[in-house]
């Protein structure tokens, strides 16, 4: 099933639409930009289907898969970033920026998502890691990202929000 938005409202947005209409145990979120390649879906599942995993992510920084090397500035970002959600959730990702993010469906239903654009990724984060006693897994993946040119559109101000997303939801939960 195709749903479409008349405009782009962000990718948050999409995944609030979709989630009514999936139909499966698990869910995978894929951005549509293509940095992130389709034969790491399997990874991703293998430890939803062998280790009872709720939550799998899949990380660009502990893999050796193949990784476009990019822009510093968003490395230390995402680091940043991905250290204040892992305080506030208890957790220890190496990359909760990651577009890859598999979760059993009944977990993603269960989630009252509010964010439509860059902050849905520490949003979701945070509200899957207060489910009690639900277990992350983290696999690693290939990444072949985009420079500005190629169509990236990611700027300083997105890190921001999301600096504040992660406040949002890991504070004033």
Not at 71 to 77: A, F, K, M, S
Not at 143 to 167: N, P, Q
Request: proline share 4%; with cysteine.
């Amino acid at each position: 099933r195709v749903l479409t938005h008349p405009r782009n409202t962000g990718k948050g947005s999409a995944i609030h639409s979709a989630i009514p209409h999936v139909n499966g145990e698990m869910l995978v979120i894929q951005d549509a930009d293509l940095e992130y390649d389709p034969r790491d879906l399997n990874t991703l599942l293998q430890p939803a289907l062998e280790r009872d995993a709720d939550v799998v992510y899949g990380t660009r920084f502990s893999s050796e898969r193949p990784h476009r090397v990019l822009y510093y500035w968003h490395h230390v970002g995402n680091r940043l970033l991905t250290t204040l959600t892992n305080m506030f959730g208890n957790l220890n990702l190496t990359d909760m920026e990651t577009c890859y993010k598999l979760m059993r469906t009944d977990h993603a239903r269960a989630l009252r998502l509010k964010e439509k654009r860059f902050g849905f990724e520490p949003e979701i984060t945070l509200k899957l890691a207060a489910i009690p006693n639900i277990r992350f897994y983290e696999v690693g993946i290939s990444y072949h990202g985009r420079t500005y040119a190629e169509g990236k559109k990611i700027r300083w101000t997105d890190g921001v929000y999301a600096l504040w997303c992660i406040f949002k939801y890991g504070i004033f939960r």
